[in-house]
């Protein structure tokens, strides 16, 4: 009886839970992705605080996607205008190319991203490569990368899918899962996110995660 009481009082928590934030395993996964930019300290406390733990536990459940681009305004020119002023171009530029060069590699552009967005903020703040270089990442390629955006279509790429998340959510990081645009998940996010994942992972029986905490 007593078991019988506990399993219903876990399982209406989860269900309360999972209504409230509406996120959904899409195969037995949760893709995030954040928009960012470099300066930004709402973009660096999301990353340390809620990302990274919530990568570290659920790592084999998630696919990560990072967009520096943030409120990038493109001239059409050749030249852009970011929110904190041409640093942070030179750095989103930075994390878009470095980000690029570890395609496939979660694990890696997590770690690089965390390492771009605490201090000293390498690429930001001191025009440096020490982050590039903690990855393992070809400095003359990511170099070569940063200095030729016209060899490539990143800046276009991040530019298209920056658009729809800045336009609903506009706020850096905004965040989204599963390629679906919501405030709602996006605020949650911001507080609770392995929480989020935890419930919506609960909810799906292939994944075999079964108890979390609010
Ligand atoms: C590009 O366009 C912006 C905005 O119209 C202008 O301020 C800037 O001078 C232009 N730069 C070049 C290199 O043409």
Known sequence: ????????????????????????????????TTVTTSACLDTVNFIRDELVPAYLTYMNYLD?????WGRTVNHGNGTFTCQFGDNDCFANRLHRCVLDLLK???YMQVLYMACELSPPYPGFA???????????????KANYCVN????????????????GPMATINFVPAIVFN??????D????????SSMICFALAEDPTTGIFSCQI
């Open 1 to 32: 009886m007593m078991v019988a009481k506990k399993l219903f009082f876990s399982f209406s928590i989860i269900l309360t839970c999972s209504w409230a934030s509406g996120l959904q395993t899409v195969n037995g996964r949760i893709k995030i």
């Open 64 to 68: 990560i996607e990072f967009i520096p």
């Open 104 to 106: 496939g590699y979660d």
């Open 126 to 140: 001191q025009g440096s490569y020490a982050c590039v270089r903690e990855m393992g990442v070809d400095i003359a």
């Open 148 to 163: 030729n955006p016209d060899r490539d279509t990143l800046d276009e790429a991040a530019e298209a899918a920056a658009a």
């Open 179 to 184: 390629n679906v645009i919501d405030v709602n």
């Open 186 to 193: 996006h605020n949650q996010a911001r507080r609770r996110l």
